[in-house]
T-cell receptor
Framework: EDKVVQSPLSLVVHEGDTVTLNCSYE??????LLWYKQEKKAPTFLFML????IEKKSGRLSSILDKKELFSILNITATQTGDSAIYLC??????????FGDGTTLTVKP | GAVVSQHPSWVICKSGTSVKIECRSL??????MFWYRQFPKQSLMLMAT?????????EQGVEKDKFLINHASLTLSTLTVTSAHPEDSSFYIC????????????FGPGTRLLVL
């Protein structure tokens, strides 16, 4: 059975801090690792990672995949209160089916 | 681009009625759509994978006669919760596969179902 584990489950930081969110996966026929941000409604897409060692960046967010260790991290630098959300990672197969982790709830305090 | 809509966003119904939720990809064609259920403070639970023109593939433990899925076109999939009961109350989210392998999923805004 495919499995995705995220850590920590929750995190509280202050504005300006840097955070690292972790995601490990065991997915048969793995194709991609995806990161999503979920606020009040449905998740919004952040990154798709397919190759090892290639960092993807979007503003203060960045992510990297290690296919040997079956691991990915999501970094957020200079956090803002608007970064408060649940961050979900998902392992996706060649058939497009995704298995989601339980998410990391990030709270950024002013 | 890659916008997915879902309708309705809120449903309140009586026990025993059926509820239909629509999921549309607005600016792209999606051969694969996914239906998820999410309980408060929990992650997304995949219910079924919906492929255009063929029968949906249901995850273990999901009753296919209870949750009817139809993917009649490349831009529309529907989920019908038949004879809804209070335990069916949940947040239902659809997503549409995007990209060569449909692996990037764009989510609809979700439908909150409350069964009284």
């Amino acid at each position: 059975e495919d499995k995705v584990v995220q850590s920590p489950l929750s995190l509280v930081v202050h504005e300006g801090d840097t955070v690292t969110l972790n995601c490990s996966y065991e997915v048969t026929n793995f194709r991609s690792l995806l990161w999503y941000k979920q606020e009040k409604k449905a998740p919004t897409f952040l990154f798709m990672l397919t190759s090892s060692g290639i960092e993807k960046k979007s503003g203060r967010l960045s992510s990297i995949l290690d296919k040997k260790e079956l691991f990915s991290i999501l970094n957020i630098t200079a956090t803002q209160t608007g970064d408060s959300a649940i961050y979900l990672c998902a392992g996706s197969t060649n058939a497009g089916k995704s298995t989601f982790g339980d998410g990391t709830t990030l709270t950024v305090k002013p | 681009g890659a916008v997915v809509s879902q309708h309705p966003s809120w449903v309140i119904c009586k026990s025993g009625t059926s509820v239909k939720i629509e999921c549309r990809s607005l600016d792209f064609q999606a051969t694969t759509m996914f239906w998820y259920r999410q309980f408060p403070k929990q992650s997304l639970m995949l219910m079924a994978t919906s492929n255009e023109g063929s029968k949906a593939t249901y995850e273990q433990g999901v009753e296919k006669d209870k949750f009817l899925i139809n993917h009649a076109s490349l831009t529309l999939s529907t989920l019908t919760v038949t004879s809804a009961h209070p335990e069916d109350s949940s947040f239902y989210i659809c997503s549409a596969g995007y990209g060569t392998f449909q692996e990037t999923q764009y989510f609809g805004p979700g439908t909150r179902l409350l069964v009284l």
